[in-house]
């Protein structure tokens, strides 16, 4: 027979107090046990933020452009609020210089480290593959850096960033036109062409992926190369325009 008991004021059954009992035990857990936790957060340190916030802001740069991205939306991206934005950069286009000017710096390290010498057809391949290597490596940055860029950074513009990799190339066609006999002087012009085919053709590449990178890099370097060994001292026009 159930005897009827008192849980809390209400009439109950011995067997369902047994039970709720052994409830609560359960969940208190076992003797001795130390009280559950909860996970806290792993605070950043303000480097590791600032880190984060310029990988999120150069993705979304890449994507919309700077006109197309906001604070509020870098913030969300970040689990912060828009005031650690400031804080960092002093706003968008304080993070979008900081952006450019690393990829800037980068891009152009990777040309001028891979121009050790050798044949010059050679560094021609090397300069070639340098830019598609940085194309395929860093696709968000350099989608950055060919955009019309509306913030001033400290390495300029990606035109000027060209005009000083061609700097690394003219002093080593001034000497094969001295050796040539051609006129050393036009070097950086033609330093200035070569260097400008290669970039164009890169942001061609960028969106096509075809062909391979370095069929690319021996197409343009064959156009480069045997436009070069067939040069003449001093072309001329042949059409009616002579000025």
Same mark, same amino acid.
């Given at each position: 027979?159930?005897?009827?008991?008192?849980?809390?004021?209400?009439?109950? &059954?011995?067997?369902?107090?047994?039970? &709720?009992?052994?409830?609560?035990?359960?969940?208190?857990?076992?003797?001795?046990?130390?009280?559950?936790?909860?996970?806290?957060?792993?605070?950043?340190?303000?480097?590791?933020?600032?880190?984060?916030?310029?990988?999120?802001?150069?993705? +979304?740069?890449?994507?919309?452009?700077?006109?197309? /991205?906001?604070?509020?939306? !870098?913030?969300?991206? #970040?689990?912060? $609020?828009?005031?650690?934005?400031?804080?960092?950069?002093?706003?968008?286009?304080? %993070?979008?210089?900081?952006?450019?000017?690393?990829?800037? @710096?980068?891009? %152009?390290?990777?040309?001028?480290?891979?121009? &050790?010498?050798?044949?010059?057809? *050679?560094? +021609?391949?090397?300069?070639?593959? #340098? +830019?598609?290597?940085? !194309?395929?490596?860093?696709?968000?940055?350099?989608? !950055?850096?060919?955009?019309? $860029?509306?913030?001033?950074?400290? /390495?300029?513009?990606? =035109?000027?960033?060209?005009?000083?990799?061609?700097?690394?190339?003219?002093?080593?066609?001034?000497? *094969?036109?001295?050796? @040539?006999?051609?006129?050393?002087? %036009?070097?950086?012009?033609?330093?200035?062409?070569?260097?400008?085919?290669?970039? +164009?053709?890169?942001?061609?590449?960028?969106?096509? @992926?075809?062909?391979?990178? #370095?069929?690319?890099?021996?197409?343009?370097?064959?156009? =480069?190369?045997?436009?070069?060994?067939?040069?003449?001292?001093?072309?001329? %026009?042949?059409?009616? @325009?002579? #000025?």
């Amino acid at each position: 027979m159930i005897v009827p008991v008192a849980i809390d004021g209400r009439a109950g &059954t011995a067997g369902s107090t047994s039970a &709720t009992a052994r409830k609560s035990k359960a969940s208190q857990g076992a003797p001795g046990a130390p009280p559950a936790r909860r996970t806290r957060r792993v605070r950043m340190t303000g480097k590791e933020r600032r880190e984060q916030l310029l990988d999120i802001g150069r993705t +979304l740069f890449a994507e919309r452009g700077f006109e197309g /991205t906001s604070v509020e939306e !870098i913030a969300h991206k #970040a689990g912060v $609020s828009k005031p650690v934005v400031y804080e960092h950069f002093g706003g968008k286009e304080g %993070l979008y210089a900081v952006v450019v000017d690393r990829e800037m @710096r980068m891009l %152009l390290d990777l040309v001028t480290s891979a121009l &050790t010498g050798g044949h010059p057809r *050679e560094l +021609l391949e090397q300069a070639a593959f #340098a +830019l598609l290597d940085y !194309i395929e490596q860093s696709t968000d940055g350099f989608r !950055i850096l060919v955009r019309d $860029s509306p913030v001033a950074q400290s /390495t300029g513009t990606f =035109a000027s960033l060209i005009s000083d990799i061609a700097t690394q190339v003219e002093d080593i066609l001034g000497l *094969e036109f001295k050796q @040539r006999g051609f006129e050393p002087k %036009l070097a950086p012009m033609y330093a200035q062409a070569l260097v400008g085919m290669v970039a +164009l053709t890169g942001q061609w590449w960028l969106d096509v @992926r075809k062909p391979k990178k #370095a069929d690319v890099a021996a197409h343009l370097v064959n156009l =480069a190369w045997n436009g070069l060994s067939g040069l003449e001292p001093k072309p001329r %026009l042949i059409g009616h @325009r002579k #000025a």
